[in-house]
């Protein structure tokens, strides 16, 4: 069995129907009426040899890694910023990118599968077990701030949504674990949305 991992935005390239499409769903290669793609799979099926089917993958990718868009870009950009400034407003990131609220929603969620809105949650939660993990002392107010939360119930809210239950009681029955904001990860993610 052969996996990739991509980064947020990694497979939009790639794949020529939006990941919103693709949010929370197992779709079937055939599913997606990709010609190319189709020929990929079959041709993996039918190859023992690990390695060639691996460079069938690198050649399918690099040849269509060729068109990325201009909203790509943008996109790129807004992920950059969502990571690295946890106040910001989804209302900035669609100033910065030059487009009116509803078209930066409606590009961000063709290409990243999820809103604006839902993938800062998802990384601000991200941030707080990451937080959590290297400081499991921190207090909730530092918490709050940090994670770019309005409130300490805000927070609370977020988090048992995303965990099924309150800091305090997933610290008690958890270790917190989250590599997004590690170091050698964050600088991954950037570095391959400046190159990708």
Do not use: W
């Amino acid at each position: 069995m052969i996996a990739i991992i991509f980064h947020p935005l990694g497979l939009t390239p790639f794949i020529q129907c939006p990941m919103s499409d693709l949010y929370n769903r197992y779709i079937d290669i055939e599913d997606l009426e990709d010609i190319e793609l189709n020929h990929l799979k079959n041709a993996i099926s039918s190859e023992r040899n690990v390695q060639t089917c691996i460079e069938f993958i690198e050649l399918f990718l690099m040849k269509r890694l060729i068109d990325i868009d201009y909203n790509h870009k943008r996109v790129q950009n807004a992920i950059s910023q969502i990571i690295n400034q946890p106040q910001i407003e989804v209302n900035t990131l669609a100033e910065s990118a030059c487009l009116g609220y509803r078209q930066f929603k409606r590009i961000f969620t063709n290409h990243v599968g999820m809103s604006p809105k839902e993938y800062y949650r998802v990384v601000r939660f991200q941030r707080v077990l990451y937080l959590l993990q290297n400081n499991p002392e921190i207090e909730i107010a530092d918490l709050t701030y940090s994670c770019g939360f309005y409130d300490p119930s805000h927070l609370v809210k977020d988090f048992k949504e995303f965990s099924g239950c309150s800091p305090t009681q997933y610290l008690s029955s958890h270790s917190p674990y989250s590599t997004f904001f590690s170091e050698d990860c964050r600088l991954n993610v950037i570095t391959s949305n400046r190159f990708a």
